[in-house]
Structure formats: C-alpha cells, structure tokens
C-alpha cells in the first residue's frame, strides 16, 4: 500500500478539543436517519443480507471476514456472538469482523456516545443538586447508581456514577443539566453522523432499550476511539473503584453526616471475577447488559506498543461472563495477528476531520470539561487508593508517547504513538496473563 494512503488510512482521532466541539458545533437537527426494521423483543438470529459499507465493502457482508494466510493465526472457534469486530485502536485497520454493520440494541455501552457528547459541556467540579425532574423516565429495572433526591453531585461524581455503575439515574441527572433528554437525545444523533457512526439511532440516552434504538459493533468502536481522545473519558473508563456521595443522614449523636460508599467498575476485564481475571493491558471502556440487547462491550487493551479495540455483542452462549471472555478470546487473537493479517476495513474519521482547521476554544491537553480534573486523585491500580476514594488506571492513560497533531492539509493524522501508550500497569493476579 502506498505510503501516502496509509497514513490517511492509519490515522487516529484529531486533537480531544476538535473533537470535543463537534457535539456542540453539529446541528443538533441533523440526526442519524432512523433505520428501517426496528429491534424487537426477540432479534433476529439472521442478519441481514446487505448492510452499512462504511469503513470497506467486506465490513457490509454478512459472516465472519478476515484474511487468513500463512503465518497468520486461526481465529478462536468458540465465539458466538452475533456481532464482533477487532480494530487497531491506533492506524484504524479492522484486522477481522463478524456482522459488523449489524444494526443490534447496544445497552449501555450506548453510554459511550451520551459521555463523549457530554463530556466537554461541564467542569467536573460543576455541583448540581438534584430535584425530582432530574430523575422522572428512567426505566424498570434500571442499573443505579444510587442518586438521591435533594442531594447535591459533582459532575465528577455523576461521570463515575455512569462508567463505573452504568447508573441510568446519573445519565438522567445530566441529560437534565444538559436541558432534557430530548434534547440530549438530539445531540448524540448528531454526533453519531458526525462520527460517520451511521448504523446509530438513540432514542433514549442510557441505552435502555427503546424502539428504534440502534447501534453496530463497528459504530460502537467507532465512538469509542473518538471518547478515548479525551484525558477525562479515559480516565472515568479506566477507573476500577470509587467513593460515591452517600445520603444525607443523621448519626445516633443527631449529628448530619454524608458518608460515602463504594463503587466498583462493572466491566469483568478491567475489575475482575470469579471466572474472569483482569485481563493484561485492559484500559475500559464499556459493557452493557439488556433483555433486549443481551450483553454488549467495547473493550481497548494494549500490549507490547499495540493498542486494540474490541467489541461484542450479543453472544448467543449463555454462560457466566461470556460477552467479556469472548472479547478476551478476540483480544488475544488480535495480539497474536497484529502485523501479520491484512486489514479488511478500516475505522473511518469523523466527517469534519478533513476541514483542517482548529476551532476556536481548543484545548491541546486532551481534557474535556474545562477543568482537566476528571481523574484528580487516581493513580494506577498497583497503587495506593486516592485520597478521594477513586482508584484506577487514569495516570498510566496520560499523554506520554506524543502530542494529536493536526496537519494543515487537514489529514486525519496523529503521532505514530497513540495517546494509550502505558496502559499494563495492573494489579498483580493469578492467572492475569489474558
């Protein structure tokens, strides 16, 4: 392949700040067009026969596509989801895909696109006090957080309310800041096609399921590399456990007192199980989990300088865990095929990359929200915990290995080291070799 072509090919997300403006600078009426067929109760087990070609015409075919040859390895036979793919989070090749453009319930790795809409709109140091608006519409048997009426959260706070626990009631208390869900609902639409994310449709901004709501294994990666360019994004995805606010209580004595309690990441790869270790180089980003969707996750790992993205969605076998043992299984073939498979598609840049230009308000530094602070008090997670409660991985995610670089030709470029460069540090466990 040409020199030329595979630096526009390999390409990775422009600067946090130009991408952090596009929710805000995309008309908010333009939105994802609605696809034609919407979920129901009971999936299709078939997907269809002609799907998105965005990203490469193989990546719109239905079944497995990946260019096997000598040297490179078989994929894992056991994988049973409906929909996969495997990307190289830095130069934007897809190395294999199953059904990547199949329109499925995302869950809440939906939550994705709601943070990296939201993100740059609020100071994590911004304080809200909730009323009883903020929490109306959430649905049955919603994942929580444990937000209170009358209680009073930081940004911060909510931001690891929704990566940590996936809490439906902070995405509701900050789309409310953000004047409503609908109009929330409007922004992520928007930002989906700007994103080219175009097998996307919200309709409600949690993820729970919803007619009409829709997303693809290749939109998910897709939107997860975009929020992986923000410091603060990658530093709430990163985040094993936390203290959250508790409820305002007096103690035996009547004295008011607001104790915290604990929070743990609920994706199995990055916080560990009983049958899942945490698996070596994990770096996030998010799982979900609905009667419609079955399990969803988008994960990004990196080993030996190679950073991977993978998603999952829906795995028919129903076991323990199974969504995040099968992302492990790709994860592990992805190392082992990186460098030596060629690449059947590619993930594609935001539509208004090519513009060039900087846009006013930027922030070189990566940080969404105005304040950088997202990740005050983390450190990696074979340290102490914070002295805020939090602990993580959001300091190994910093910028270490080079500054995004936007080039006045207005190429989609970055540095041949992405912003994801030390992502092993990792608590010592048995088994933890992926």
């Not at 895909?97 to 709601?114: D, E, G, I, Q, Y």
């Not at 997860?224 to 606010?245: C, I, N």
């Amino acid at each position: 392949m040409p020199a030329p072509k595979k630096t526009t090919r390999g390409s990775l997300l422009v600067t946090a700040a130009v991408l952090s403006s596009l929710a805000l600078a995309a008309p908010v009426a333009v939105a994802a067009p609605k696809p034609s067929g919407s979920p129901s109760a009971s999936p299709s087990a078939t997907p269809p026969a002609s799907m998105s070609t965005v990203g490469g015409a193989r990546l719109g075919r239905p079944g497995t596509q990946v260019n096997l040859a000598s040297g490179v390895p078989v994929l894992p036979k056991d994988v049973s989801a409906r929909s996969w793919i495997v990307s190289d989070a830095e130069t934007g090749d897809v190395l294999a895909a199953h059904n990547a453009h199949w329109r499925l319930a995302p869950a809440s790795t939906l939550k994705m696109l709601f943070a990296d809409t939201l993100l740059p709109k609020f100071p994590s140091t911004t304080e809200h006090k909730v009323v009883p608006s903020d929490l109306a519409g959430i649905g049955s048997g919603s994942s929580m957080v444990g937000i209170k009426e009358d209680e009073t959260y930081t940004v911060h706070d909510l931001w690891l309310g929704v990566f940590l626990r996936s809490g439906n009631d902070a995405v509701h208390v900050l789309s409310a800041m953000n004047k409503g869900v609908e109009n929330t609902v409007k922004e992520m639409n928007a930002h989906a096609e700007e994103l080219q994310a175009l097998d996307t449709h919200v309709v409600s901004p949690d993820g729970y399921d919803a007619e009409g709501q829709v997303s693809s294994a290749y939109d998910l990666t897709l939107i997860a590399r975009s929020g992986l360019q923000k410091k603060d994004f990658r530093e709430y995805a990163s985040t094993v456990s936390a203290k959250f606010p508790g409820e305002t209580k007096k103690d035996k004595k009547g004295k008011t007192v607001r104790k915290p309690f604990e929070i743990q990441n609920t994706n199995r790869l990055l916080s560990g199980d009983a049958d899942v270790p945490v698996y070596q180089g994990i770096a996030g980003v998010k799982n979900g989990n609905t009667t419609n969707a079955g399990a969803t996750f988008t994960g990004v790992a990196e080993r030996n300088g190679k950073v991977l993205l993978v998603t999952v969605m829906n795995p028919e076998r129903d076991e323990h865990n199974e969504v995040y043992k099968e992302t492990a299984r790709l994860f592990d073939w992805g190392f082992k095929a990186a460098g030596k498979v060629q690449p059947v598609g590619e993930l594609v840049p935001p539509k208004s990359a090519a513009q060039g230009a900087d846009r006013p308000g930027s922030n070189p530094s990566g940080e969404a929200g105005g304040s950088g602070d997202a990740g005050t008090g983390s450190k990696p997670v074979a340290s102490a915990s914070a002295a805020d409660g939090s602990s993580g991985i959001g300091t190994a995610l910093g910028i270490t290995g080079g500054v995004l670089v936007l080039l006045a030709a207005g190429a989609f470029l970055i540095n041949r080291r992405w912003p994801l460069p030390d992502l092993v540090r990792r608590r010592a466990r048995s088994g933890d070799d992926g």
